[in-house]
C-alpha cells in the first residue's frame, strides 16, 4: 500500500445529492462508492462500492470505505451504514469486515444471479454519534 492510498478524495457526481438518496463517489483513479438508500429519519444509508479492475487488492475500497465513514459521520451526519453483499462474494465480505461492518442479516434466495437465487449478507457499522 502507498501512501496515496491515505490521501484519496472523493469527488461528488456533478448534480449527485444525499438528498435525493442517493450520492456517487469518485475516488479517481481508483474506483467509486455509492450512498443510496438515504434514510435521514433514522440517519443511514447503504453503501456500494467499486474498484477498477487494475486497482483491486491494492488497499484502495478500505481506505475509500474509511473515508466515506468519516465523510458520512461528519457531513451527513450518519448514525449507520450497512452493505447488502451476495453471500457468494467472499472478498466483499472480508474487505467490509476490516472496515469494522459486523454481520446484521442474512437474507435467504434474495439475488438472482445467472437465473439462480442467491443469499445476501448485510452488514453495518455504527458511526460515531454527531449532534
Not at 8 to 28: D, F, K, Q
Not at 103 to 109: K, L, M, S
Request: hydrophobic residues 40%; proline residues 2%.
Amino acid at each position: 500500500m502507498g501512501k496515496d492510498i491515505l490521501n484519496i478524495s472523493l469527488v461528488a457526481e456533478e448534480g449527485a445529492s444525499l438528498s435525493s438518496g442517493n450520492l456517487r463517489l469518485y475516488a479517481l483513479p481508483y474506483g467509486c462508492v455509492d450512498l443510496y438508500n438515504y434514510d435521514p429519519l433514522n440517519r443511514r444509508a447503504a453503501v456500494g462500492i467499486m474498484v477498477a479492475t487494475e486497482h483491486r487488492r491494492q488497499g484502495y475500497a478500505l481506505a475509500m470505505l474509511h473515508q466515506l465513514q468519516m465523510l458520512s459521520t461528519a457531513n451527513y451526519h450518519l448514525h449507520t451504514l450497512y452493505a447488502d453483499i451476495a453471500a457468494t462474494n467472499t472478498a466483499s465480505i472480508a474487505l467490509f469486515a476490516k472496515a469494522g461492518y459486523t454481520e446484521c442479516g442474512h437474507f435467504r434466495e434474495w439475488l438472482c444471479v445467472d437465473g439462480r437465487h442467491i443469499d445476501t449478507i448485510r452488514m453495518q457499522i455504527l458511526l460515531k454519534d454527531t449532534p
